[in-house]
T-cell receptor, first 111, second 113 residues
Framework: AQSVTQLDSQVPVFEEAPVELRCNYS??????LFWYVQYPNQGLQLLLK??????LVKGINGFEAEFNKSQTSFHLRKPSVHISDTAEYFC?????????FGAGTQVVVTP | NAGVTQTPKFQVLKTGQSMTLQCAQD?????MYWYRQDPGMGLRLIYY???????DKGEVPNGYNVSRLNKREFSLRLESAAPSQTSVYFC????????????FGDGTRLSIL
C-alpha cells in the first residue's frame, strides 16, 4: 500500500521569497513520485516527477524537488515565488494513473 | 488545441437522478482515468481504462459505471445519484509510454441535493 502526507495545508509566502512544500510518503515498493499544481477552476498540471536516477528533480516554472529515500520525503521548493504561483499543490505516489494523492497545500503569494 | 475535454462543466442533480459525465481526448492516448476531488482529500481514482475495450475499478468505484466508447471517449455514469457523490470530477489520460497523467480536463462540478 502507498500513501502520501502533505504536512502543510496552507503556506502563506511573500512575493520573491522562497517556498518549500513538504511531502512524506510510505510505500512497500519502489516509488514514482510527482508534484502537480492546480490553478483555480482548472485541472491538474504536472510540475515534475521522480522515476529514478538523480534525486534532485527540476520541473517547470522554476520548481525543483528532492527525493530522500531514507526520510521518505519528496519536498518541493522554489527559490523565489511570483504572484502567479498562487495555487494548490499536490504530491502523489504511484504509477500508470493509479496514484495516491496528498490532501494538497494551498500556496498564497502576497506582494 | 489538443487536450482533455470534459462536459458538462457544472451540474446540479436531485438524489436518485442519473447522469453521464463525458470525457474526450484527442491525443491518441491509450489510457484514460476518472478521479474525484473532495475538499481536504486530494484526488481519488474511481475507474480507469488501460486501453479501448477494457475498464477496471479504482479506489472508490461504488455507485459509478464507466464506458470506454472508443479510443477518444471515456464516460462516467451515476445511475442513482447520492449526496455523497457531490464532488469535482476529473478525467485524465496517459500516453503510451508514460507512467503518470500529464493531461487533466478542467473538471465537472457536480452537486447532488
Amino acid at each position: 500500500a502507498q500513501s502520501v502526507t502533505q504536512l502543510d495545508s496552507q503556506v502563506p509566502v511573500f512575493e520573491e521569497a522562497p517556498v518549500e512544500l513538504r511531502c512524506n510518503y510510505s510505500s512497500s515498493v519502489s516509488v514514482y513520485l510527482f508534484w502537480y499544481v492546480q490553478y483555480p477552476n482548472q485541472g491538474l498540471q504536472l510540475l515534475l516527477k521522480y522515476l529514478s536516477g538523480s534525486t534532485l528533480v527540476k520541473g517547470i516554472n522554476g520548481f525543483e524537488a528532492e527525493f530522500n529515500k531514507s526520510q521518505t520525503s519528496f519536498h518541493l521548493r522554489k527559490p523565489s515565488v511570483h504572484i502567479s504561483d498562487t495555487a494548490e499543490y499536490f504530491c502523489a505516489v504511484g504509477k500508470w494513473g493509479k496514484l495516491q494523492f496528498g490532501a494538497g497545500t494551498q500556496v498564497v503569494v502576497t506582494p | 488545441n489538443a487536450g482533455v475535454t470534459q462536459t458538462p462543466k457544472f451540474q446540479v442533480l436531485k438524489t436518485g437522478q442519473s447522469m453521464t459525465l463525458q470525457c474526450a481526448q484527442d491525443m491518441n492516448h491509450n489510457s484514460m482515468y476518472w478521479y474525484r476531488q473532495d475538499p481536504g482529500m486530494g484526488l481519488r481514482l474511481i475507474y480507469y481504462s488501460a486501453s479501448e475495450g477494457t475498464t477496471d475499478k479504482g479506489e472508490v468505484p461504488n455507485g459509478y459505471n464507466v464506458s470506454r466508447l472508443n479510443k477518444r471517449e471515456f464516460s462516467l455514469r451515476l445511475e442513482s445519484a447520492a449526496p455523497s457523490q457531490t464532488s469535482v470530477y476529473f478525467c485524465a489520460s496517459i500516453e503510451g509510454t508514460g507512467v503518470q497523467p500529464q493531461h487533466f480536463g478542467d473538471g465537472t462540478r457536480l452537486s447532488i441535493l
